[in-house]
């Protein structure tokens, strides 16, 4: 049987392998390697990122029209999720634009920089929590008792970690824009180092994202979750469907009678 949200949590998690992977050996550059130009060769490669963001719209797009086959509590939640993932589409617009602000406002001299560090910082928290209630709704209802603790621990570090970093690049920002059009403060090179080492600390939650996904992915193949089955009508049956040949098994069956498929 075609699993869609199997699907699209197996390109979800190789979107997210192939930018994390990106992220860290272009973190670890800009903060060890030091050199302006190898940070910009690496950037070169942002392609590869592009590849993992393709791959991770598509694991969206599966997971959402398979939303229906764990049930109208799994459907409900992978709404919600979707309801919050535009809304931080549209808030991470309403951001860019205020940050646009403060930047064009300090080039011109009248940036009112001592509003840019709280407003920064608001503007990170707000998108941490949105993004863990997003992965909170998607996967909730797929994950077992340990997919869970792993969901919780995803969402916090997320959001301490925001927060953390967002008091530190509040502050130097912050003096940047203050700075120009002198810049003393700064360079390019420490501005770039310090978003390096922040970037390599910011693997931690994605990390656990990860797992996350994994978790009910594994779940699906091995049998423990079982897509409902959808007629022509819209109803679903309640026959329990085997993963690995496709026919109906008792809902109680330890092994499939007809592949000896083992489901624990």
Request: proline letters at 4%; one cysteine or more.
């Amino acid at each position: 049987m075609d699993c869609k949200t199997q699907k699209g949590l197996y390109f979800l998690m190789i979107g997210l392998v192939i930018t994390l992977t990106y992220g860290f050996i272009t973190s670890v550059v800009n903060a060890i390697i030091q050199d302006t130009t190898v940070t910009l060769i690496i950037g070169f490669f942002g392609l590869i990122a592009f590849i993992g963001l393709i791959l991770l719209l598509a694991g969206l797009y599966y997971f959402y029209i398979g939303r229906k086959e764990f049930g109208e509590k799994h459907e409900n939640s992978v709404k919600k999720a979707l309801t919050i993932f535009l809304i931080n589409i549209i808030m991470s617009v309403i951001f860019a634009s205020i940050i646009s602000f403060f930047v064009f406002t300090a080039i011109s001299g009248n940036s009112p920089t001592d509003l840019f560090a709280p407003v920064f910082m608001i503007m990170a928290i707000i998108s941490a929590i949105l993004g863990g209630l997003m992965y909170y709704f998607g996967l909730i209802e797929l994950e077992n008792e340990k997919g869970k603790n792993v969901l919780y621990l995803g969402i916090i570090s997320s959001i301490v970690l925001s927060i953390i970093t967002s008091f530190y690049l509040a502050g130097m920002l912050g003096d940047l824009f203050g700075s120009i059009p002198s810049m003393s403060s700064y360079s390019s090179l420490s501005i770039t180092q310090n978003t390096g080492i922040i970037g390599i600390f910011g693997i931690i939650p994605n990390l656990l994202y990860l797992c996350a996904f994994y978790i009910p992915y594994e779940r699906i193949k091995e049998g423990e979750l079982v897509p409902q089955v959808t007629t022509s009508g819209g109803s679903t049956l309640p026959s329990r469907i085997c993963p690995n040949c496709g026919r109906p098994i008792p809902e109680d069956a330890g092994i499939c009678p007809y592949c000896g498929k083992k489901f624990w």
